[in-house]
């Protein structure tokens, strides 16, 4: 067996006592070990622990009136655990604990400031294309309101005159397109105005 073989082999490790050590000294020179044995032997002599597997291997080997007792050889010496490599994280584990912590981060932090930060209970206008065609719905049919009642306005009064009827119709359209933008700037700033008094009354709650 080779020593290389041998020092690799996983197993049991001691520490090396002084009579393991003056065993291994004695092995290194016994001419009676293979070469690899011997350099195994004077390698292992100059350490502190060692593998139990490879102190008796090359016991099994040695000469059996010279070496000493298995019992005695391997008397006082002790255990040696060794924790085993901690498992190295992929990249990509990485990136996902790295988005997963971050997640977790915004949850606390958000969960520390809902006493402070009031809710939106609004909104953005158009924020939706439901809110868009909404909106651009309304405002054709308050134009087309509009239009129709100038019409028939100014047919009323100028005596059913095509010219006036127009110009009635359009006169109508015009308000009612003024009318809407009126209304959406006094809903709009209505709906400014409500979050800062929900901030107010929550501060007040603290």
Do not use: C
């Amino acid at each position: 067996m080779r020593s290389d073989d041998l020092q690799n082999q996983p197993g049991l490790v001691i520490t090396v006592t002084e009579s393991a050590r003056s065993f291994l000294l004695s092995a290194s020179n016994d001419p009676r070990l293979s070469q690899e044995l011997r350099e195994l032997a004077l390698t292992l002599s100059s350490r502190t622990t060692a593998p139990y597997k490879q102190i008796r291997s090359i016991w099994v080997e040695s000469d059996v009136d010279s070496r000493p007792g298995l019992l005695s050889l391997f008397s006082g010496s002790n255990f040696v655990f060794s924790s085993p490599k901690p498992r190295e994280k992929s990249e990509e584990l990485k990136e996902r604990l790295r988005k997963l912590q971050e997640i977790s981060e915004r949850k606390e932090y958000q969960e520390l400031v809902k006493d402070i930060t009031p809710e939106k209970d609004f909104n953005e206008p158009f924020s939706t294309y439901k809110d868009q065609i909404g909106f651009g719905l309304h405002v054709a049919l308050t134009m087309f309101t509009g239009y129709l009642v100038g019409y028939f306005a100014f047919r009323a009064l100028f005596n059913h005159s095509p010219i006036m009827n127009a110009a009635g119709g359009i006169l109508g359209l015009v308000f009612g397109m003024l009318l809407e933008t009126l209304l959406f700037i006094i809903r709009t700033s209505d709906r400014e105005h409500k979050s800062p008094s929900s901030t107010s009354r929550l501060k007040k709650n603290q």
